[in-house]
């Protein structure tokens, strides 16, 4: 596999590495964040969740497998260009798409939320899950339009908005409002998911995907509350808790799961909290999906 973009490093998600060959998923991450605007430091995320991936059990409960019986090769990090969003997002385009060739499920670890981006360019006839606190659906943020900040705008713009639907949102503005009603947008807010049963929520979700040919989950650390996931660049409060987003997954996944990422921690900003519950999400997703692969 030619990975032109890719740098090998020797901490492996999990703690091993089976072979690209045997190996369902393939695992990259990519160590990037020039366009945060509050709180900086997810380049740092890749590490730190590999680190907790290495020190948290195996077995997941949900998928009752364990993720070390599913076959998952991590490529390394990609080789980012800081400061330059356009090219980083087009090395990630080139790397998903050689993933994707050779019929393996693409995990991307970030890093800022613009990478998933590049995801997008590169997939047809899908519809995008944003887990995350915040609608990114800004046309620019600080005279950028590639910030976080408008991550799904311009990806609604590559898919078509009835393609990209965000799961439990707190935080917006008024241009967002605005742009997610005239489009139509689909969304659950984190007080729909609070005061209702999450997996109620799965499955009037799982309704709503009934239309859809193939599926992308994007899973924004910042989804969660504060007290489950500190280490967050834009932390917001009235989260859901990590049991909430992974019945709403255990509900929605299914074989039409194209990939999936897990972006925005940024470890200097708590103990290993946010990074353990990533590497969790990582786990659990990869074992429920293992039975529809």
Known sequence: MNLLYINNQQKFFGGFNKSFSDSKFVLFGVPFDSTTSYRSGSRFGPSAIREASINIETWSWRGNIDFEDIGTHDLGDLAVVHGDCNETIRRIGEVIEEIMKLKKIPIMIGGEHTITLGIAKNLKDITILSFDAHFDMRDDYLSNRLSHACTMRRISEEIGPENVMVIGVRATCKEEMKFVKDNNVYFISS???????????????????????????????????????????????????????????????????????????????????????????????????????
Do not use: H, W
């Not at 929520?201 to 899973?219: A, H, Q, W």
């Not at 925005?264 to 293992?290: H, L, Q, R, W």
């Open 191 to 293: 007080k729909q998911i609070n005061t209702n049963d999450a997996k109620k929520i799965g499955l009037m979700l799982k309704d709503v995907l009934k239309s859809k040919k193939k599926i992308y989950l994007s899973i924004d650390m910042d989804v969660l509350d504060p007290s489950y996931a500190p280490g967050v660049g834009n932390p917001e409060p009235e989260g859901i808790s990590i049991s909430s987003l992974l019945d709403i997954i255990e509900e929605i996944i299914d074989d039409r799961l194209l990939g999936f990422d897990v972006v925005e921690v940024t470890p200097p900003y708590d103990n290993g909290i946010t990074s353990i519950m990533a590497s969790k999400i990582i786990y659990e997703i990869c074992c429920i999906a293992n039975k529809f692969i």
